[in-house]
């Protein structure tokens, strides 16, 4: 008998992002002494934890900032990383469900906006693999431009998998005496997971639907000189 595509939705695996790789994403922002570092990427947490230092001392040392960042570095990147491992081997819920991810940035002078359709039950998924096809296809020249989309959407998806792990605490937490758990992942950027299987069929796995590019339309701006220097000035008003 072929167990039903809701049941899927009520079974646990353990926990990882649904990327191929399971990396981390990285986020850091750091200010001393009027230097500041802003960085963001992916990091294998199966890496020796003395990498950790010796990327700190490197990066410090080829951005010839002062040697307080060091420290400072390795500790934020440790903290991103500890609390990755928090959730490692807890439950969280996968099925055939799908969620939206939104891009909404700027790189250099290229400001990118859109919202597609991303499979949580495809643990193979490349979200560089996808960026590069998404520059290409958009004539994006810029080479930040493809890692910095790829990053994004890695962290909508850090972000969904978390709220899975909180979403199967809850189920144990409350079984006796409810009849059946509908499992609907939510961000912390209001993302709410839809049914594939109602919204495409069992073997579906789109991201985006041809008919529905006129509702999810990318769009890609070259920003000026001048609108890239008063967007910065805003950044840097509102970080301080």
Known sequence: MK???????KTPVKFRIPTADNFVPIRLDIEIDGHRYKDAFTWNPSD??????????RTVKDLKLPPAFVTQIAQSIQSQLAEFRSYEGQDMYAGEKIVPIKLDLRVNHTLIKDQFLWDLNNFES?????ARDFCKDMGIEDPEVGPAIAFAIREQLYEIAIQS?????????????RRGFEYTPVSKTGTTAVDLVKLFGQKSSVVRKRKEW???????????????????????????
């Open 165 to 177: 792990v909180v979403s199967a605490r809850e189920s144990r937490m409350n079984k006796k005496g």
């Open 3 to 9: 167990t039903p595509p809701s049941a899927f939705y």
């Open 126 to 130: 490349d979200p560089e693999e996808f």
């Open 48 to 57: 020796p934890d003395s990498e950790v230092v010796v990327f700190a001392k």
């Open 214 to 240: 006129d509702v999810y339309e990318p769009i890609v701006d070259l920003l000026s000189n001048e609108e890239v220097d008063a967007l910065e000035a805003k950044e840097e008003r509102n970080f301080r």
